[in-house]
C-alpha cells in the first residue's frame, strides 16, 4: 500500500487546522498542566493520543458504527465521560495548594490515565474519526482500514506534538506563578466542570 503524497499532505493540513481548534483535547491538556506543571501537560497529551488510536482502531473494524447506530451506546458511553469529568472537577477544586501537593499531582502515570480515559469515554471522538479519516482513502490502492490506520496514527502523533506543547507551556505558566496554585486549581475545576456540561448537553 503507498498512499498518494498529496493525499497524506492535504489530510495532514486538515488536521493541523483541527490541532489550532480550541476544543476538549485541548482543553483538558491545559488543565491538566496548569494543575501538575509541565509534566502533567504532556503526560495528559500522550495519554489523549493513545484514546484517538484505540477510536481508531475501533473505526478501523468498523465497531464504532455501533455508536452511531445505538443511542443507548452512544449515551452511556457519554454520560460515563461527563461523570468521570465531573469527578476530576471536585478533585480539582478541593486540592490542595503549595509545592509538596503541587508535586504530588505531577504524577506522570495519573495524568496519562486521565488523557486516556477522557477520550475513551467521549463517543464524538470515534464518530469523529469514523467520519474524518475514510475521506482520505483510495481504496483502489489498497484494504481501507489499513489507509484508515495509517492516517490514524498521523492523526494521534501530530495531535500529541501540539497539544503536548500547549500542555507543557500551560504548565510551566503554572509553575511561574506558584503562589497561585490554589487559583489554578479552581480554573481546572471549572474547565473540567465546563467539558462534563458540553458533553452532557450537546
Known amino acids: 500500500m503507498a498512499m498518494d503524497p498529496w493525499t497524506i499532505l492535504a489530510f495532514m493540513g486538515a488536521a493541523f487546522l483541527l490541532y489550532l481548534t480550541p476544543g476538549a ?3 483538558f491538556t491545559i488543565a491538566s498542566g496548569m494543575s501538575g506543571g ?3 501537560g504532556a503526560a495528559a497529551a500522550a495519554g489523549i493520543s493513545l484514546g484517538v488510536l484505540v477510536h481508531v482502531a475501533l473505526a478501523a473494524v468498523g465497531l464504532a458504527v455501533i455508536l452511531r447506530t445505538y443511542p443507548a451506546a452512544y449515551d452511556t458511553v457519554r454520560y460515563a465521560g461527563a461523570a468521570y469529568l465531573a469527578y476530576l472537577a471536585v478533585v480539582s477544586w478541593r486540592a490542595k495548594s503549595g509545592p509538596e501537593a503541587r508535586r504530588g ?12 480515559i477522557t477520550n475513551i469515554l467521549n463517543p464524538k471522538v470515534a464518530l ?14 489498497g484494504p481501507v482500514w489499513q489507509q484508515i490506520l495509517a492516517l490514524g496514527v498521523l492523526l494521534a502523533i501530530g495531535g ?3 497539544d503536548g506543547l500547549i500542555g507543557v507551556f500551560a504548565g510551566l505558566a503554572a509553575h511561574r506563578l506558584s503562589r497561585a496554585s490554589r487559583v489554578f ?3 481546572a475545576a471549572v474547565v473540567f466542570g465546563g467539558l462534563a456540561a458540553r458533553i452532557v448537553l450537546d
Request: aromatic residues 16%; positive net charge; charged residues 20%.
Open 105 to 116: 499531582r505531577a504524577s506522570v502515570a495519573r495524568a496519562f490515565r486521565r488523557g486516556f
Open 128 to 141: 469523529f474519526v469514523l467520519a474524518f479519516l475514510p475521506q482520505f482513502a483510495q481504496p483502489e490502492i
Open 160 to 162: 500529541f506534538l501540539t
Open 38 to 40: 509541565p509534566r502533567a
Open 25 to 27: 483535547d485541548m482543553m
Open 185 to 187: 486549581n479552581k480554573i
